[in-house]
């Protein structure tokens, strides 16, 4: 059974603070990786992909993966209350698959 | 330039009976994928649709079914609802060959 894994927190940090969010893949084959955010009774929303070892950085989200190590992560920096939300880690395995599986979330709490 | 858009927003049904969830994709995308998301869990997907069929299939029953017309909206259709099927249902869309999935507002289904 391919598995995302994520703590499902809360992850609390203060106002200004770097949150930093986990997730592990089991699926080696997996190429390509996606956050999404998740405000409570909404649905998720897209806000950063990665489908090559490294870092990529778009604002105050910088997105990091490791595949030899099987694991993605999500940084936010300059933390706003605004960011209190469920993060959701989703990967498509590869192989000529075209769905995502999803991590049952982490949820972010920034403290004011 | 309009987002998917999915209609109803909410549904009540009762056990047994049969419900219709439609979809209309992100202007410029071919590509509709279902998920279902029940509380507290990500998203499962159900099925993709791609040039009017059914592309890939995740492990849900025959009870689920779905339909792509030429315009690239989307139906699905659960048959003899189970109260296990009350979930938030979400609807994803995706340009030709990439693998970036933009999901609409969902419908909320209660079955009782």
């Known amino acids: 059974q391919k598995e995302v894994e994520q703590n499902s927190g809360p992850l609390s940090v203060p106002e200004g603070a770097i949150a930093s969010l986990n997730c592990t893949y089991s699926?080696?084959?997996?190429?390509?990786f996606f956050w999404y955010r998740q405000y409570s009774g909404k649905s998720p929303e897209l806000i950063m992909f990665?489908?090559?070892?490294g870092d990529k950085e778009d604002g105050r989200f910088t997105a990091q993966l490791n595949k030899a190590s099987q694991y993605v992560s999500l940084l936010i920096r300059d933390s706003q209350p605004s960011d209190s939300a469920t993060y959701l880690c989703?990967?498509?395995?590869?192989?000529?698959?075209?769905?995502?599986?999803f991590g049952s979330g982490t949820r972010l709490l920034v403290r004011p | 330039d309009a987002g998917v858009t999915q209609s109803p927003t909410h549904l009540i049904k009762t056990r047994g009976q049969q419900v219709t969830l439609r979809c209309s994709p992100k202007?410029?995308?071919?590509?509709v994928s279902w998920y279902q998301q029940a509380l507290g869990q990500g998203p499962q997907f159900i099925f993709q649709?791609?040039?009017?069929?059914?592309?890939q299939r995740g492990n849900f029953p025959d009870r689920f079914s779905g339909h792509q017309f030429p315009n690239y909206s989307s139906e699905l259709n659960v048959n003899a609802l189970l109260l296990g099927d009350s979930a938030l249902y979400l609807c994803?869309?995706?340009?030709?060959?990439?693998?970036?999935?933009?999901f609409g507002p969902g419908t909320r289904l209660t079955v009782t």
């Open positions: 649709y791609y040039e009017e069929e059914e592309r």
């Open positions: 699926d080696r084959g997996s190429q390509s």
């Open positions: 202007s410029g995308h071919d590509t």
């Open positions: 990665i489908y090559s070892n």
């Open positions: 989703a990967v498509n395995p590869g192989d000529s698959s075209y769905k995502l599986i």
């Open positions: 994803a869309s995706s340009g030709t060959e990439t693998y970036e999935q933009y």
